[in-house]
T-cell receptor, first 111, second 113 residues
Framework: AQSVTQPDIHITVSEGASLELRCNYS??????LFWYVQSPGQGLQLLLK????DTLVQGIKGFEAEFKRSQSSFNLRKPSVHWSDAAEYFC?????????WGAGTKLIIKP | EAQVTQNPRYLITVTGKKLTVTCSQN?????MSWYRQDPGLGLRQIYY???????DKGDVPEGYKVSRKEKRNFPLILESPSPNQTSLYFC????????????FGDGTRLSIL
């Protein structure tokens, strides 16, 4: 069965430091891959997506993600985080008629 | 402005009292979906609709109903709510199929006492 794993429930990063959020998936074919962000009290906003082609994709708010087929991973990165990046981040895999979601990683920013 | 609108945003009600959460999108999207979000579980799909009059069960459909009589609207119905349906609910839409980028509403927080 398809699944998405985000191994880190929480991550704490100092403002200005780099960030990497991990996402691993289980799916037989190359899936469509997404990262979404959820700020407190709000809905989910699409950060970036991978369908095919270049395995390094750029998104909004300075985020990027790299698809590694051999590792079944799609990790999210940002070179320098800002306090406004504090939120919950969700990785999702698109399979046929639905998105399969990871449980989310809560990002905490230390001043 | 392209948006998905859910109402109400917050609702506290009692067990067994039927309720409907409305969802409307203005993007002419064919695909619409309902999710519930619970701590530590991510988003779980309740029902989805590929087009008007076409609906199908997601991963957690028990206790919920939906309808899709018009393209823009996709209401979620809880005919006899129970406390285990206390959750944060999201409606989403996408252009054609569910594996495409989805646009989300701001969520509805339901508390069933």
């Amino acid at each position: 069965a398809q699944s998405v794993t985000q191994p880190d429930i929480h991550i704490t990063v100092s403002e200005g430091a780099s960030l990497e959020l991990r996402c691993n998936y289980s799916y037989g074919a190359t899936p469509y891959l997404f990262w979404y962000v959820q700020s407190p009290g709000q809905g989910l906003q699409l950060l970036l997506k991978y369908f095919s082609g270049d395995t390094l994709v750029q998104g909004i708010k300075g985020f990027e993600a790299e698809f590694k087929r051999s590792q079944s991973s799609f990790n999210l990165r940002k070179p320098s985080v800002h306090w406004s990046d504090a939120a919950e981040y969700f990785c999702a895999v698109g399979v046929r008629y639905q998105l399969i979601w990871g449980a989310g990683t809560k990002l905490i920013i230390k001043p | 402005e392209a948006q998905v609108t859910q109402n109400p945003r917050y609702l506290i009600t009692v067990t067994g009292k039927k309720l409907t959460v409305t969802c409307s999108q203005n993007m002419n999207h064919e695909y619409m979906s309902w999710y519930r979000q619970d701590p530590g579980l991510g988003l779980r799909q309740i029902y989805y609709s590929m087009n008007v009059e076409v609906t199908d069960k997601g991963d957690v459909p028990e206790g919920y109903k939906v309808s899709r009589k018009e393209k823009r609207n996709f209401p979620l119905i809880l005919e006899s709510p129970s406390p285990n349906q206390t959750s944060l609910y999201f409606c989403a839409s996408s252009l054609s199929t569910g594996n495409q980028p989805q646009h989300f509403g701001d969520g509805t927080r339901l508390s069933i006492l």
